[in-house]
């Protein structure tokens, strides 16, 4: 296995407070890993850099081999990097199918006059968006609500809805920010196993923010503990859970 995402030194403050300080992780091809930690312990900062959001003030961010430190959240996402937030942001009043296709186009192109004119090309790549777009929404069972808004979904749909639309955009690298959250017991067991499905058949590595510990001991195959902004403990998951420190920093809180 060689390493998808690799990261040393990561550091950014915001005034005085070191929000993320000395952040390191090495994520290997194929791997499902878990990041934990406290509230405020800088989970989503960490994604907020590694996604191009914020700029490290210290650091390298390399992703299957190429260094991407500093670069925007558009070329990050060409670089192969895709997230999803713990605020839902779909468009809303969009249909379920073309919150998808958003994340196509990417991949899939036309010229802006081959789309003003509907030449032929429009029409193949349309059609071909339309496809890929209805395989990727039967993954999640979502097929069937192709044409309803959004917004119309219940919550755990809007939240697989949102991972489709990252997927769309065939990272190499999927970062999930608290998949589970808001969900019932029923919808979180279905929901790990998606993404169990999805690292099996997508060819991608997940990254994922969590704070059901059901969910984190059941899919992640490895794990780091951030607490004030540093790394508390790193490896394998039952390790890390059973580490004192980590009991007493996180889970006994
Ligand atoms: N843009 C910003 N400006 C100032 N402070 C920020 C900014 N972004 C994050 N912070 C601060 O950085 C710290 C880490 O926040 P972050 O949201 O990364 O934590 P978290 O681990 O994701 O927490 P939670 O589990 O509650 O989502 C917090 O003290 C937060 O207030």
């Not at 961010?61 to 060409?78: A, F, K, P």
């Not at 959004?150 to 489709?164: C, D, F, H, T, V």
Request: hydrophobic letters at 40%; glycine letters at 8%.
């Amino acid at each position: 296995m060689s390493a998808i995402l690799d990261v040393q030194n990561l550091s950014i403050s915001f005034g005085g407070l070191h929000a993320v300080d000395d952040f390191h992780i090495t994520i290997e091809k194929g791997q499902l890993y878990g990041l934990i930690g406290p509230n405020g312990a800088g989970k989503t900062t960490v994604f907020n850099l590694l996604t191009g959001v914020y700029k490290p003030d210290e650091g390298i961010i390399r992703l299957d081999g190429q260094d991407i430190t500093g670069r925007s959240t558009i070329e990050v996402n060409m670089a192969g990097v895709a997230r999803t937030f713990q605020n839902i942001r779909l468009f809303k009043n969009l249909s379920v199918l073309d919150n998808v296709k958003v994340g196509l186009h990417n991949h899939f192109r036309y010229s802006t006059l081959e789309g003003m004119l509907r030449l032929p090309r429009y029409h193949k790549v349309e059609k071909e968006m339309n496809e890929r777009a209805m395989e990727l929404l039967k993954v999640f069972d979502l097929d069937g609500q192709a044409d309803f808004l959004a917004s119309n979904l219940p919550y755990g749909k809007q939240r697989e809805l949102e991972i489709a639309r990252a997927l769309a955009t065939q990272p190499k690298l999927l970062l999930l920010d608290e998949p589970a959250a808001g969900m019932n017991p029923n919808e979180t067991q279905d929901l790990m196993k998606t993404i169990r499905f999805v690292r099996d058949n997508f060819d991608v590595s997940i990254l994922l923010i969590e704070h059901d510990m059901k969910l984190v001991s059941g899919i992640c195959e490895k794990l780091t503990v951030l607490n004030f902004g540093r790394v508390l403990a790193q490896g394998d998951t039952s390790e890390v859970l059973n580490n004192p420190e980590v009991i007493t920093a996180y889970l006994g809180e």
